[in-house]
Protein backbone atom coordinates (compact mmCIF):
# COMPACT_ATOMS: atom_id res chain seq x y z
CA UNK A 1 0.00 0.00 0.00
CA UNK A 2 3.17 2.51 0.81
CA UNK A 3 4.80 1.48 -2.34
CA UNK A 4 2.49 3.62 -4.49
CA UNK A 5 2.81 6.76 -5.60
CA UNK A 6 -0.11 9.09 -4.35
CA UNK A 7 0.80 11.80 -7.15
CA UNK A 8 -2.39 12.30 -9.25
CA UNK A 9 -2.19 10.47 -12.71
CA UNK A 10 -1.97 11.68 -15.82
CA UNK A 11 -5.49 11.84 -17.89
CA UNK A 12 -6.48 8.72 -19.80
CA UNK A 13 -9.60 8.90 -21.73
CA UNK A 14 -11.92 6.27 -21.50
CA UNK A 15 -14.94 5.12 -23.81
CA UNK A 16 -17.71 3.67 -21.35
CA UNK A 17 -18.82 0.15 -22.46
CA UNK A 18 -22.46 -0.16 -23.91
CA UNK A 19 -24.00 -3.33 -23.60
CA UNK A 20 -27.08 -5.22 -24.57
CA UNK A 21 -26.98 -8.18 -21.85
CA UNK A 22 -28.47 -8.47 -18.59
CA UNK A 23 -25.47 -8.63 -16.15
CA UNK A 24 -25.47 -11.17 -13.73
CA UNK A 25 -22.45 -11.29 -11.50
CA UNK A 26 -20.77 -10.44 -7.86
CA UNK A 27 -18.44 -7.62 -7.17
CA UNK A 28 -16.21 -8.06 -3.92
CA UNK A 29 -15.33 -3.96 -3.52
CA UNK A 30 -12.40 -2.28 -1.74
CA UNK A 31 -12.71 -0.83 2.13
CA UNK A 32 -14.37 2.36 3.16
CA UNK A 33 -12.82 5.09 2.39
CA UNK A 34 -14.69 6.83 4.85
CA UNK A 35 -14.05 4.46 7.73
CA UNK A 36 -10.55 3.71 6.72
CA UNK A 37 -9.25 7.81 7.09
CA UNK A 38 -10.61 8.03 10.44
CA UNK A 39 -9.49 5.06 11.71
CA UNK A 40 -5.90 5.93 10.35
CA UNK A 41 -6.36 9.85 12.17
CA UNK A 42 -7.36 7.74 15.43
CA UNK A 43 -4.15 4.68 15.60
CA UNK A 44 -1.96 8.18 14.90
CA UNK A 45 -3.89 9.32 18.05
CA UNK A 46 -4.30 6.09 20.20
CA UNK A 47 -2.00 5.08 23.04
CA UNK A 48 -1.10 1.82 21.69
CA UNK A 49 -0.63 0.24 18.33
CA UNK A 50 -3.46 -0.50 15.65
CA UNK A 51 -3.70 -3.40 13.20
CA UNK A 52 -5.64 -1.93 10.58
CA UNK A 53 -6.61 -4.66 8.60
CA UNK A 54 -8.47 -4.71 4.78
CA UNK A 55 -8.17 -0.90 4.61
CA UNK A 56 -8.51 1.17 1.27
CA UNK A 57 -6.13 1.18 -0.49
CA UNK A 58 -6.39 4.57 -2.94
CA UNK A 59 -5.10 8.29 -3.59
CA UNK A 60 -7.39 9.77 -0.75
CA UNK A 61 -5.94 6.79 1.60
CA UNK A 62 -2.13 7.33 0.49
CA UNK A 63 -2.81 11.00 1.29
CA UNK A 64 -3.64 10.05 4.79
CA UNK A 65 -0.70 7.65 5.27
CA UNK A 66 1.93 9.85 4.24
CA UNK A 67 0.08 12.98 6.08
CA UNK A 68 0.43 11.13 9.51
CA UNK A 69 3.91 9.91 8.49
CA UNK A 70 4.85 13.66 8.46
CA UNK A 71 3.25 13.82 11.87
CA UNK A 72 5.94 11.30 13.29
CA UNK A 73 3.35 8.06 13.10
CA UNK A 74 4.79 5.28 11.79
CA UNK A 75 2.88 3.04 9.51
CA UNK A 76 3.91 -0.23 8.14
CA UNK A 77 2.64 -2.68 5.76
CA UNK A 78 1.61 -6.25 6.41
CA UNK A 79 0.26 -9.20 4.97
CA UNK A 80 -2.47 -8.46 2.06
CA UNK A 81 -2.38 -4.73 2.63
CA UNK A 82 -2.83 -4.54 6.42
CA UNK A 83 -1.66 -2.02 8.09
CA UNK A 84 0.24 -1.80 11.47
CA UNK A 85 0.14 1.40 13.31
CA UNK A 86 2.36 2.79 15.76
CA UNK A 87 1.59 6.24 17.62
CA UNK A 88 4.44 9.49 17.45
CA UNK A 89 5.56 10.51 20.56
CA UNK A 90 3.82 13.03 22.85
CA UNK A 91 6.83 15.09 23.04
CA UNK A 92 7.23 15.61 19.29
CA UNK A 93 7.75 18.82 17.69
CA UNK A 94 6.87 18.89 13.85
CA UNK A 95 7.98 21.28 10.69
CA UNK A 96 6.46 19.75 7.88
CA UNK A 97 4.32 20.45 4.64
CA UNK A 98 1.11 18.38 4.28
CA UNK A 99 -0.28 17.75 1.07
CA UNK A 100 -3.90 17.66 1.08
CA UNK A 101 -4.71 16.57 -2.63
CA UNK A 102 -8.37 17.18 -3.14
CA UNK A 103 -8.77 14.67 -0.51
CA UNK A 104 -11.66 16.58 2.27
CA UNK A 105 -11.01 14.07 5.19
CA UNK A 106 -7.20 14.78 5.07
CA UNK A 107 -8.21 18.68 4.99
CA UNK A 108 -10.55 18.79 7.73
CA UNK A 109 -9.44 16.05 9.58
CA UNK A 110 -5.55 16.49 9.60
CA UNK A 111 -5.16 19.85 11.12
CA UNK A 112 -7.05 19.30 14.17
CA UNK A 113 -4.86 16.66 15.60
CA UNK A 114 -1.51 18.31 13.54
CA UNK A 115 -2.07 20.76 16.18
CA UNK A 116 -1.50 18.28 19.27
CA UNK A 117 2.37 18.46 17.59
CA UNK A 118 4.40 21.44 18.58
CA UNK A 119 5.83 22.78 16.08
CA UNK A 120 4.63 24.84 12.42
CA UNK A 121 2.92 23.01 9.57
CA UNK A 122 1.69 24.09 6.13
CA UNK A 123 -1.37 22.43 4.68
CA UNK A 124 -1.90 22.16 0.97
CA UNK A 125 -3.08 20.29 -1.70
CA UNK A 126 -4.46 19.89 -5.09
CA UNK A 127 -5.46 23.36 -6.86
CA UNK A 128 -9.47 22.61 -7.40
CA UNK A 129 -8.58 21.58 -3.31
CA UNK A 130 -8.17 25.30 -2.87
CA UNK A 131 -11.20 25.64 -3.62
CA UNK A 132 -13.06 23.83 -1.30
CA UNK A 133 -14.64 25.27 1.53
CA UNK A 134 -12.09 25.28 5.03
CA UNK A 135 -13.46 28.49 6.94
CA UNK A 136 -15.30 26.40 9.11
CA UNK A 137 -12.06 24.46 10.33
CA UNK A 138 -9.64 27.49 9.88
CA UNK A 139 -11.88 29.60 12.36
CA UNK A 140 -11.99 26.38 14.71
CA UNK A 141 -8.56 26.16 15.43
CA UNK A 142 -8.16 29.79 15.84
CA UNK A 143 -10.64 29.81 18.59
CA UNK A 144 -8.77 26.87 20.37
CA UNK A 145 -5.74 29.08 20.58
CA UNK A 146 -4.00 27.51 17.56
CA UNK A 147 -2.38 30.62 15.38
CA UNK A 148 -3.47 30.22 12.02
CA UNK A 149 -2.44 32.16 8.90
CA UNK A 150 -4.55 34.97 7.26
CA UNK A 151 -6.47 32.72 4.81
CA UNK A 152 -9.80 31.55 4.33
CA UNK A 153 -9.02 27.94 2.62
CA UNK A 154 -5.52 26.39 0.87
CA UNK A 155 -2.41 26.74 2.26
CA UNK A 156 -2.70 27.72 5.30
CA UNK A 157 -0.31 27.23 7.82
CA UNK A 158 -0.72 26.54 11.42
CA UNK A 159 1.99 26.85 15.19
CA UNK A 160 0.98 25.28 17.92
CA UNK A 161 2.62 24.81 21.33
CA UNK A 162 1.13 21.02 21.21
CA UNK A 163 -1.61 22.07 23.53
CA UNK A 164 -5.31 22.37 23.11
CA UNK A 165 -7.67 22.93 26.12
CA UNK A 166 -10.70 22.69 24.23
CA UNK A 167 -14.27 23.01 25.72
CA UNK A 168 -17.42 24.64 24.43
CA UNK A 169 -17.15 25.43 21.14
CA UNK A 170 -19.78 26.66 18.14
CA UNK A 171 -19.34 25.86 14.34
CA UNK A 172 -20.78 26.46 11.64
CA UNK A 173 -20.70 23.19 9.10
CA UNK A 174 -23.27 23.75 6.77
CA UNK A 175 -20.87 23.49 3.75
CA UNK A 176 -19.61 20.16 5.12
CA UNK A 177 -20.15 17.08 8.29
CA UNK A 178 -16.08 16.62 8.10
CA UNK A 179 -15.61 20.06 9.83
CA UNK A 180 -17.33 18.46 12.70
CA UNK A 181 -15.66 15.12 12.62
CA UNK A 182 -12.58 16.43 12.29
CA UNK A 183 -13.19 18.23 15.52
CA UNK A 184 -14.22 15.05 17.26
CA UNK A 185 -11.64 12.88 16.01
CA UNK A 186 -8.99 15.28 17.65
CA UNK A 187 -11.05 15.87 20.77
CA UNK A 188 -10.07 13.32 23.22
CA UNK A 189 -6.28 14.03 23.11
CA UNK A 190 -7.79 18.33 24.02
CA UNK A 191 -7.44 19.22 27.81
CA UNK A 192 -11.07 19.47 28.44
CA UNK A 193 -12.30 17.20 25.42
CA UNK A 194 -15.06 19.89 23.51
CA UNK A 195 -18.92 20.39 23.93
CA UNK A 196 -19.32 21.45 19.92
CA UNK A 197 -22.05 22.83 18.51
CA UNK A 198 -23.14 23.64 15.04
CA UNK A 199 -24.90 26.93 14.27
CA UNK A 200 -25.91 26.66 10.91
CA UNK A 201 -29.11 26.58 9.40
CA UNK A 202 -28.49 23.02 7.54
CA UNK A 203 -26.24 20.31 8.59
CA UNK A 204 -25.33 17.82 5.48
CA UNK A 205 -24.84 13.64 5.96
CA UNK A 206 -25.37 13.38 9.35
CA UNK A 207 -24.42 9.66 8.80
CA UNK A 208 -20.76 10.41 8.87
CA UNK A 209 -20.59 11.90 11.78
CA UNK A 210 -22.61 9.29 13.62
CA UNK A 211 -19.88 7.03 11.83
CA UNK A 212 -17.44 9.08 13.88
CA UNK A 213 -19.37 8.97 16.57
CA UNK A 214 -18.98 5.00 16.53
CA UNK A 215 -15.46 5.18 15.55
CA UNK A 216 -14.57 6.57 19.25
CA UNK A 217 -16.66 4.39 21.31
CA UNK A 218 -15.18 1.61 19.89
CA UNK A 219 -11.70 2.87 21.07
CA UNK A 220 -13.10 3.38 24.59
CA UNK A 221 -14.01 6.97 24.32
CA UNK A 222 -16.74 8.49 25.96
CA UNK A 223 -18.68 11.17 23.52
CA UNK A 224 -22.45 11.81 23.73
CA UNK A 225 -25.24 13.89 22.15
CA UNK A 226 -27.43 15.85 24.22
CA UNK A 227 -29.25 17.51 20.89
CA UNK A 228 -29.11 16.43 17.30
CA UNK A 229 -26.46 19.08 16.78
CA UNK A 230 -24.81 18.93 19.86
CA UNK A 231 -21.54 16.88 20.94
CA UNK A 232 -19.45 16.50 23.64
CA UNK A 233 -16.55 14.06 23.59
CA UNK A 234 -14.58 13.91 27.07
CA UNK A 235 -11.03 13.60 27.09
CA UNK A 236 -9.00 10.48 27.70
CA UNK A 237 -6.86 7.86 25.95
CA UNK A 238 -7.84 6.47 22.27
CA UNK A 239 -7.00 2.88 22.46
CA UNK A 240 -5.51 0.55 19.69
CA UNK A 241 -5.77 -2.81 18.78
CA UNK A 242 -7.70 -4.46 15.74
CA UNK A 243 -9.68 -2.82 13.42
CA UNK A 244 -11.28 -4.39 10.42
CA UNK A 245 -12.74 -2.07 7.85
CA UNK A 246 -16.08 -3.09 6.15
CA UNK A 247 -16.06 -2.81 1.76
CA UNK A 248 -17.13 0.77 0.67
CA UNK A 249 -21.08 1.07 0.32
CA UNK A 250 -20.95 4.10 -1.67
CA UNK A 251 -18.57 2.42 -4.27
CA UNK A 252 -20.96 0.07 -4.44
CA UNK A 253 -23.57 2.54 -6.48
CA UNK A 254 -22.41 2.24 -10.02
CA UNK A 255 -22.61 -1.54 -9.48
CA UNK A 256 -26.44 -2.15 -7.90
CA UNK A 257 -27.02 0.55 -10.89
CA UNK A 258 -25.74 -1.86 -13.57
CA UNK A 259 -28.28 -3.98 -12.56
CA UNK A 260 -31.17 -2.20 -12.92
CA UNK A 261 -29.94 -0.19 -15.91
CA UNK A 262 -29.32 -4.10 -18.05
CA UNK A 263 -31.95 -5.79 -15.68
CA UNK A 264 -29.95 -8.06 -14.66
CA UNK A 265 -28.46 -8.99 -10.84
CA UNK A 266 -25.30 -8.06 -8.80
CA UNK A 267 -24.78 -8.97 -5.66
CA UNK A 268 -22.19 -7.21 -3.75
CA UNK A 269 -20.20 -9.66 -1.03
CA UNK A 270 -19.41 -8.56 2.74
CA UNK A 271 -22.19 -6.60 3.03
CA UNK A 272 -22.44 -5.45 6.96
CA UNK A 273 -25.66 -6.32 8.66
CA UNK A 274 -25.48 -2.99 10.47
CA UNK A 275 -23.48 -0.23 9.62
CA UNK A 276 -22.88 3.42 9.92
CA UNK A 277 -21.95 3.73 6.39
CA UNK A 278 -24.66 6.27 4.20
CA UNK A 279 -24.19 3.80 1.46
CA UNK A 280 -26.58 1.18 3.11
CA UNK A 281 -29.35 3.86 1.92
CA UNK A 282 -29.48 2.66 -1.53
CA UNK A 283 -31.55 -0.45 -0.85
CA UNK A 284 -34.23 2.18 0.15
CA UNK A 285 -33.44 4.50 -2.80
CA UNK A 286 -32.85 1.54 -5.70
CA UNK A 287 -36.33 -0.23 -4.28
CA UNK A 288 -37.93 3.41 -5.05
CA UNK A 289 -36.61 3.37 -8.45
CA UNK A 290 -37.78 -0.49 -9.27
CA UNK A 291 -34.99 -2.99 -7.95
CA UNK A 292 -35.69 -6.00 -5.70
CA UNK A 293 -32.79 -6.14 -2.84
CA UNK A 294 -32.48 -8.62 -0.74
CA UNK A 295 -29.89 -9.03 1.48
CA UNK A 296 -28.75 -13.51 2.03
CA UNK A 297 -26.27 -13.96 4.60
CA UNK A 298 -23.29 -11.30 3.89
CA UNK A 299 -24.42 -10.37 0.51
CA UNK A 300 -26.82 -8.24 -1.03
CA UNK A 301 -28.56 -9.36 -4.07
CA UNK A 302 -30.04 -6.33 -6.35
CA UNK A 303 -32.35 -7.41 -9.44
CA UNK A 304 -33.35 -5.51 -12.21
CA UNK A 305 -36.10 -4.92 -14.77
CA UNK A 306 -34.75 -3.06 -17.31
CA UNK A 307 -37.46 -0.14 -16.39
CA UNK A 308 -36.06 2.45 -14.37
CA UNK A 309 -38.93 4.80 -12.11
CA UNK A 310 -38.02 8.06 -11.49
CA UNK A 311 -37.70 9.32 -8.14
CA UNK A 312 -38.22 12.31 -5.94
CA UNK A 313 -36.18 12.49 -2.82
CA UNK A 314 -34.15 14.45 0.04
CA UNK A 315 -30.44 13.13 -0.38
CA UNK A 316 -29.26 15.21 2.66
CA UNK A 317 -28.37 12.26 4.48
CA UNK A 318 -25.66 11.13 2.28
CA UNK A 319 -25.04 13.35 -0.70
CA UNK A 320 -22.65 11.23 -1.99
CA UNK A 321 -25.12 9.05 -3.19
CA UNK A 322 -26.35 11.28 -5.26
CA UNK A 323 -24.20 11.10 -9.04
CA UNK A 324 -25.36 7.20 -9.03
CA UNK A 325 -29.20 8.25 -8.20
CA UNK A 326 -28.82 11.08 -10.65
CA UNK A 327 -27.04 8.87 -13.29
CA UNK A 328 -30.09 6.49 -13.08
CA UNK A 329 -32.71 9.22 -13.07
CA UNK A 330 -31.19 10.09 -16.82
CA UNK A 331 -32.08 6.65 -17.79
CA UNK A 332 -35.89 6.01 -15.90
CA UNK A 333 -39.17 6.46 -17.50
CA UNK A 334 -40.69 9.06 -15.73
CA UNK A 335 -39.52 12.43 -13.85
CA UNK A 336 -37.17 12.66 -11.03
CA UNK A 337 -35.82 15.57 -8.35
CA UNK A 338 -33.02 14.93 -6.17
CA UNK A 339 -32.56 17.90 -3.15
CA UNK A 340 -30.62 18.47 -0.04
CA UNK A 341 -27.89 18.76 -1.69
CA UNK A 342 -27.10 22.01 -2.31
CA UNK A 343 -23.39 20.97 -0.33
CA UNK A 344 -22.08 19.22 -3.57
CA UNK A 345 -21.15 22.57 -4.69
CA UNK A 346 -18.28 22.49 -2.68
CA UNK A 347 -17.28 19.18 -3.09
CA UNK A 348 -14.23 17.72 -5.43
CA UNK A 349 -16.14 19.72 -8.20
CA UNK A 350 -19.57 21.67 -8.02
CA UNK A 351 -21.14 18.50 -8.56
CA UNK A 352 -24.49 19.95 -8.99
CA UNK A 353 -23.24 22.09 -11.99
CA UNK A 354 -21.02 19.77 -13.55
CA UNK A 355 -23.73 16.77 -14.02
CA UNK A 356 -26.62 19.47 -15.16
CA UNK A 357 -23.75 20.57 -17.40
CA UNK A 358 -22.82 17.12 -18.84
CA UNK A 359 -26.33 15.33 -18.78
CA UNK A 360 -28.07 18.24 -21.13
CA UNK A 361 -24.23 17.93 -23.47
CA UNK A 362 -25.40 14.14 -24.42
CA UNK A 363 -29.15 15.14 -25.13
CA UNK A 364 -30.61 14.84 -21.91
CA UNK A 365 -33.02 17.38 -19.86
CA UNK A 366 -31.38 18.53 -16.60
CA UNK A 367 -32.08 21.39 -14.69
CA UNK A 368 -29.86 22.60 -11.25
CA UNK A 369 -32.26 23.77 -8.59
CA UNK A 370 -31.50 25.99 -5.80
CA UNK A 371 -30.52 22.41 -3.74
CA UNK A 372 -30.70 20.02 -6.45
CA UNK A 373 -31.30 18.41 -9.82
CA UNK A 374 -34.61 17.96 -11.75
CA UNK A 375 -34.69 15.60 -14.20
CA UNK A 376 -37.20 14.78 -17.16
CA UNK A 377 -36.21 11.43 -19.83
CA UNK A 378 -35.16 12.36 -23.04
CA UNK A 379 -35.12 10.09 -26.13
CA UNK A 380 -32.73 12.63 -27.73
CA UNK A 381 -29.70 10.75 -25.35
CA UNK A 382 -26.66 10.83 -27.83
CA UNK A 383 -22.74 10.08 -27.12
CA UNK A 384 -19.79 12.28 -26.41
CA UNK A 385 -17.26 13.82 -23.72
CA UNK A 386 -18.62 13.27 -20.70
CA UNK A 387 -15.90 15.74 -18.25
CA UNK A 388 -14.64 14.40 -14.98
CA UNK A 389 -13.91 18.15 -13.64
CA UNK A 390 -11.31 16.04 -11.54
CA UNK A 391 -14.17 14.15 -9.85
CA UNK A 392 -14.31 10.49 -9.08
CA UNK A 393 -17.94 10.62 -8.47
CA UNK A 394 -18.69 12.06 -11.94
CA UNK A 395 -16.69 9.32 -14.20
CA UNK A 396 -18.67 6.70 -12.21
CA UNK A 397 -21.82 8.46 -13.02
CA UNK A 398 -20.61 8.68 -16.95
CA UNK A 399 -19.66 4.96 -16.76
CA UNK A 400 -23.65 4.33 -15.83
CA UNK A 401 -25.27 6.29 -18.29
CA UNK A 402 -22.52 4.47 -20.98
CA UNK A 403 -24.75 0.95 -20.38
CA UNK A 404 -27.17 2.45 -22.41
CA UNK A 405 -25.82 5.36 -24.29
CA UNK A 406 -23.29 3.84 -26.87
CA UNK A 407 -20.29 6.80 -26.98
CA UNK A 408 -19.87 8.25 -23.97
CA UNK A 409 -16.41 9.07 -23.31
CA UNK A 410 -15.42 9.13 -19.90
CA UNK A 411 -12.46 12.99 -20.17
CA UNK A 412 -10.29 10.96 -17.30
CA UNK A 413 -11.10 7.57 -16.41
CA UNK A 414 -7.53 8.11 -13.82
CA UNK A 415 -9.42 10.55 -11.22
CA UNK A 416 -11.46 6.76 -9.70
CA UNK A 417 -7.93 6.60 -8.10
CA UNK A 418 -9.09 8.54 -5.09
CA UNK A 419 -11.04 6.08 -3.73
CA UNK A 420 -11.01 2.99 -6.54
CA UNK A 421 -8.32 2.61 -8.24
CA UNK A 422 -9.66 -0.70 -9.69
CA UNK A 423 -12.82 0.69 -11.01
CA UNK A 424 -12.07 -0.15 -14.59
CA UNK A 425 -11.14 -3.66 -13.74
CA UNK A 426 -13.77 -4.37 -11.71
CA UNK A 427 -16.17 -2.70 -13.71
CA UNK A 428 -14.89 -4.92 -16.76
CA UNK A 429 -15.19 -7.87 -15.04
CA UNK A 430 -18.68 -7.38 -14.12
CA UNK A 431 -20.44 -6.37 -17.45
CA UNK A 432 -18.82 -9.83 -18.85
CA UNK A 433 -21.32 -11.79 -16.69
CA UNK A 434 -24.23 -12.67 -18.75
CA UNK A 435 -27.62 -13.06 -17.19
Given at each position: ?51 L ?29 D ?13 T ?8 T ?9 ALS???I ?5 E???R ?5 T ?49 A??F?K ?7 G ?20 V??F????T ?26 L ?21 V ?10 M??D??Q ?13 K ?15 I ?11 R????AH???H ?11 I???G ?8 G ?24 A ?9 G ?10 K ?16 A
Open positions: MLDNSYSPKAKRTWLAPTISHAVSGTVSLPGSKSLTNRELVLSALAQSPTHRKPLDSRDSQLMIESLRRLGTQITSGEGGLVIVPPTADISVNTIDCGLAGVMRFVPPMAQGTLFDGDAARRPMSAIDSLRALGVNVSDSKGLPFTISSSGVIEGGYLEIDASASSQFVSGLLLAPRTGIELRHIEHLPSLPHIEMTLECLRERGEVQPEPLWVVKPGPISGGEKLIEPDLSNAGPFAAALVTGGTVTVADWPKSTTQGKHFVELLTQGAVKDGTELVITGTGSIGIDVDLSIGGELAPVIALAVLADSPSITGILRGETDRLAALTQENNIGEAKELFDIAIVPSSDLHGGLWKTYEDHRMATGAIIGLRVTIEIEDINVVSTMPNFVELWSALLEQK
